[in-house]
C-alpha cells in the first residue's frame, strides 16, 4: 500500500533528487517546487499497479508544491465514459488527454507536447509509452529530461534465455529497447538488480540507472488490516 503521505515525500526528496541529476551545477542538484514541473504520461489511471503509482507519485509531487501534468490516453476517457472511477488525482494537477486509444497512434501528440511544454522531466509509466515517447523525441533539439520506469527483472531473465537460443524474437526486442535507453536520460529501477541486468543484457550505462525503490509499509497499511474484511468467507 502507498499512502499519500509516504509519496509526497518521495515526491518531493528523492525522485526529483534524481530528476535533476546530470545538470549543469557543482552544487546539490536538488531542484524546488518553483524550479521544477514533472510530466507522467500513462495509457490510462484505473485498476492496475502502474497506474495506482502513478497517481500517487503525481500526488506526492504535488502536495509539495511541484506543478504536475498526466498525459493519458482516450483509454482512460473510455473508462470515464462508461462510469468508471480512476485513482483520484490532487485539484491542482493537470490531465492532458491524448486523443487515440494507441500509443503508437498518439506519437504526434507526444511529439507536439515535448515541443511546447515547459516541464523539466518527463516520466513514461509504463513500455507503450516509454516507446511513443523514445519516437517522438527524436529530432527535438530542445526538449525535457526523458525517464522510463522498469518494474522487475522477468523480462531480462526471458531475454537472457532467448539470447543464449539465439531466437531471432529477441534481436527485434534488444534493438527496441536500445534505442528506446538511448533517448532517456535516465532509467528509474525499483531495484539494483534490476538495474544491474539492464547494464548486462541491453548495455545501458550505469551513469543512467537510478534505483528508486518502492515505497515500504507504513502505519496506513497496517490500518487497512485491522478493518473488517467484508465479506462472510473471510
Known sequence: AVSRRLCAAVGGGVLSRLLSAGQNSEKSSFLEPEQMKIAFIIQDLFFRGAQYATAMLANGFAAKGYEVDVLVSKVHDDFVAEGKSPFPLDTTIRVV????????????????????????????????????????????????????VE?????????????????????????????????????????????????????????KLHVVYNPVVDETFKAKLERPPGHPWL
Request: overall charge positive; charged content about 30%; glycine content about 6%.
Open 97 to 148: 488527454h491524448l486523443h487515440e486509444r494507441r500509443a503508437r497512434q498518439n506519437i504526434w501528440e507526444v511529439r507536439r507536447y515535448l515541443r511546447t511544454t515547459d516541464a523539466t522531466a518527463v516520466i513514461a509509466m509504463d513500455s507503450n509509452y516509454e516507446n511513443a515517447l523514445a519516437l517522438a523525441s527524436i529530432g527535438l533539439w530542445k526538449r525535457p529530461r526523458l525517464y522510463t
Open 151 to 207: 518494474h522487475g527483472i522477468r523480462f531480462a531473465m526471458n531475454a537472457d534465455l532467448t539470447l543464449r537460443k539465439r531466437y531471432g524474437r529477441f534481436n527485434r526486442e534488444r534493438l527496441r529497447r536500445k534505442f528506446v535507453y538511448s533517448r532517456m536520460d535516465g532509467v528509474l529501477t525499483v531495484s539494483s538488480g534490476v538495474s544491474k541486468e539492464l547494464n548486462r543484457l541491453f548495455g545501458v550505462p550505469t551513469r
